[in-house]
């Protein structure tokens, strides 16, 4: 995996074809997965507090929308 951007930082445009086809994912998957191979980004974010968004990831056929304080981030799987 790889951190690519947030949505704070690209186009409309741009965040309309990263959402493509975005269905529901695992908050708890991707959370584990995030401090296995982004150990880093779990740290910023800590991630092991509790998160209101959390229902609210999503994952395309090529990224994880991970939501955290209402910000999306773009992770390439």
């Given at each position: 995996?790889?951190?690519?951007?947030?949505?704070?930082?690209?186009?409309?445009?741009?965040?309309?074809?990263?959402m493509?086809?975005?269905?529901?994912?695992?908050?708890?998957?991707?959370?584990?997965?995030?401090?296995?191979?982004?150990?880093?980004?779990?740290?910023?974010?800590?991630?092991?507090?509790?998160?209101?968004?959390?229902?609210?990831?999503?994952?395309?056929?090529?990224?994880?929308?991970?939501?955290?304080?209402?910000?999306?981030?773009?992770?390439?799987?």
């Amino acid at each position: 995996m790889i951190y690519e951007c947030n949505c704070t930082c690209i186009s409309a445009h741009e965040w309309q074809r990263l959402m493509k086809g975005a269905r529901q994912a695992s908050y708890t998957r991707l959370v584990a997965r995030i401090k296995r191979e982004l150990p880093k980004l779990y740290q910023e974010l800590v991630l092991n507090f509790y998160n209101p968004w959390e229902n609210e990831c999503k994952q395309t056929r090529t990224h994880y929308i991970l939501v955290h304080s209402g910000i999306e981030y773009f992770i390439r799987k």
